[in-house]
């Protein structure tokens, strides 16, 4: 796949954001790049439903609420359930932490 770049830290994937058309990188870890080539080729999405359908915000919003609630995860201290927004820094560590280590820019 031509979106993948070798870094002096291992690989990254390239693409440009639909909101502002920017350039953005994400590590590749090994899992990562494995589940790409694992996708057939003519399915030019990669967060796909069961049904093989692209995946909305709204789908994708209720899911995690539906997950989180099953898993039981306790809300903030002032009683708000935590959000999507809440786990971004906590996959960025769990990234950080993964194969793809070390204190470096993406860019």
Known sequence: MDQFEDTPHGKRLRFRTSKRGQIAYIPATSALEHLIAETPKEQEILLVSELGRPLTARWA???????????????????????????????????????????????
Not at 65 to 81: H, L, M, N, S
Not at 84 to 107: I, M, N, P, W, Y
């Open 61 to 107: 919003s209720n899911q995690i609420t539906k997950w989180r609630r099953e898993a039981q995860i306790p809300p903030w201290i002032d009683g708000r359930e935590m959000t999507l927004s809440d786990t971004r820094g906590t996959a960025a560590t769990r990234l950080k932490r993964s194969e793809f280590v070390g204190d470096h820019q993406l860019k």
